[in-house]
């Protein structure tokens, strides 16, 4: 299976701050990468797929990029509906896995 | 407008079987890839089974030969049979539309409990 890690598992920021988030997959998932955003109790909400497209609605602070083994979510500058956890995964093979998870707080 | 809605969570003993239903309205669930994703109390999201618009289906390896992943399609509905289940099973289960595009579209989960 295709381990997928995240870092950092908490990030603490401020309104405005630009942030980055890390997602290293054990072995190559090509561009089939995708990031989620999910509020407590709520569903995950699609963000990025195929590791740089924007789903449509979204946001145009939040950026992906990276191939292979090594990607990164951009947010250019957090607002406060942005405060919520992130999730990597991978969907190059079965089974699909996730990242852990970041959270991002108000610093 | 594109909605999945999940049903048919609840308490079960250690043992037990459930069934969940994903109901999906705006889209045809036979023409797309469709998953259940479930999430452990406090815990990261971990995806359990996929089935194909082609009729293929997979799973997690903690769920092989315990669930089922099926469908119908004369009611756009898509089914997870969950048999023998553990404590660890203990998860919101959600259900999301998605292939080659990532996930992107999730009903609202539906609550999983084994305990006896």
């Known amino acids: 299976d295709i381990q997928m890690t995240q870092s950092p598992s908490t990030l603490s920021a401020s309104v405005g701050d630009g942030v980055t988030i890390t997602c290293r997959a054990s072995?190559?998932?090509?561009?089939?990468l995708a990031w989620y955003q999910q509020k407590p109790g709520k569903a995950p909400k699609l963000l990025i797929y195929r590791a740089s497209s924007l789903k449509s609605g979204v946001p145009s602070r939040f950026s992906g990029s990276g191939s292979g083994t090594e990607f990164t979510l951009t947010i250019s500058s957090l607002q406060p509906d942005d405060f919520a956890t992130y999730y990597c995964q991978q969907y190059n093979s079965y089974p699909f896995t996730f990242g852990g998870g970041t959270k991002v707080d108000i610093k | 407008e594109v909605q999945l809605v999940e049903s048919g969570g609840g308490l079960v003993q250690p043992g037990g079987s459930l069934t969940l239903t994903c109901g999906a309205s705006?889209?045809?669930?036979?023409?797309?890839?469709m998953n259940w994703v479930r999430q452990a109390p406090g815990k990261g999201l971990e995806w359990v089974s996929i089935l194909h618009g082609g009729g293929d289906k997979f799973y997690a390896d903690s769920v092989k030969g315990r669930f089922t992943i099926s469908r119908d399609n004369s009611k756009n509905t898509m089914y997870l049979q969950m048999n023998s289940l553990r404590v660890e099973d203990t998860a919101v289960y959600y259900c999301?539309?998605?292939?080659?595009?990532?996930?992107?579209?999730w009903g609202q989960g539906t609550t999983v409990t084994v305990s006896s």
């Open positions: 999301a539309r998605g292939g080659l595009d990532g996930m992107d579209v």
């Open positions: 072995q190559t998932v090509s561009g089939w």
């Open positions: 705006g889209f045809t669930v036979n023409s797309n890839y």
